[in-house]
């Protein structure tokens, strides 16, 4: 993908944290984004930077079918997912011993989906739990 205006995508885990990041630097691009997360109170930070908003389990098969049928994504990110009692920041930080700011990593997902040599229809992991699929063809 070379250009991500215009572009549809799907984050889940989307509310807060590292998929809020992300969510926020491709509306920023001109992504057509839509935010999953369970807490519809914290999707609302989503919703004040542009993004469409739905709340449900990610987990929920029914969920997942409606959304990718009705948005057609041509990127999902699925981030969804907690680690009980630790945040997310101190989970990296525990294993590996760093952690990028949630904004640049926001940043550094957008360039690396608007890089024309990411091939469509492959899944890129991006953290233990995480992964990027580009859809379109």
Do not use: C, W
């Amino acid at each position: 993908m070379q250009d991500l205006d215009g572009k549809r995508v799907v984050a889940t885990g989307g509310s807060e944290g590292l998929g809020l990041a992300m969510v926020e630097a491709l509306a920023a691009s001109g992504a057509h984004v839509t935010a999953l997360a369970r807490d519809r109170v914290k999707l609302a930070a989503a919703e004040r930077v542009g993004a469409a908003v739905v709340a449900g389990d990610a987990t929920d098969a029914a969920v997942m079918n409606s959304i990718i049928g009705d948005q057609a994504p041509d990127v999902l990110i699925l981030n969804a997912g907690a680690l009980e009692g630790v945040s997310g920041e101190e989970h990296v930080m525990r294993r590996y011993g760093s952690v990028m700011r949630p904004a640049d990593f926001g940043q550094r997902v957008t360039e690396l989906l608007a890089d024309p040599r990411y091939a469509s229809g492959v899944a890129y992991g991006f953290r233990a739990n995480a992964a990027i699929m580009l859809l379109d063809a």
